[in-house]
Nanobody
Framework: QVQLVESGGGLVQPGGSLRLSCAASGFTFRNYAMNWYRQALGKERELVAGISGPGDSINYADSVKGRFTISRDNVQRTVYLQMNSLKPEDTAVYYC?????????WGQGTQVTVSS
């Protein structure tokens, strides 16, 4: 079955950096786009970044452009989100998502808290 497991969240000061990872299994990873979403307390879940299967097409939310970088390793079956210049408004639970066989699969999420 499809499984997505995120890691790398934590508490960081404003201006700091974190790198999130999402390890995937149960499907042919290289064939599917991967996405990072986030959900802040009391807000709707929003798309942060997406990357195509080969990694040659990438998109970002305007709020993170220039600060976040999505990447993937199709051998390790892992997608990453490098987050730099973090702001308090980046505080949220971060989820990876894959649309496989017409179904959205989500990881369990990893908490990112940006606070001094």
């Amino acid at each position: 079955q499809v499984q997505l497991v995120e890691s790398g969240g934590g508490l960081v000061q404003p201006g700091g950096s974190l790198r999130l990872s999402c390890a995937a299994s149960g499907f042919t990873f290289r064939n599917y786009a991967m996405n990072w979403y986030r959900q802040a307390l009391g807000k709707e879940r929003e798309l942060v970044a997406g990357i195509s299967g080969p990694g040659d097409s990438i998109n970002y939310a305007d709020s993170v452009k220039g600060r976040f970088t999505i990447s993937r390793d199709n051998v390790q079956r892992t997608v990453y989100l490098q987050m730099n210049s973090l702001k308090p408004e980046d505080t949220a639970v971060y989820y990876c998502m894959a649309m496989v066989w017409g179904t959205r699969y989500w990881g369990q999420g990893t908490q990112v808290t940006v606070s001094s």
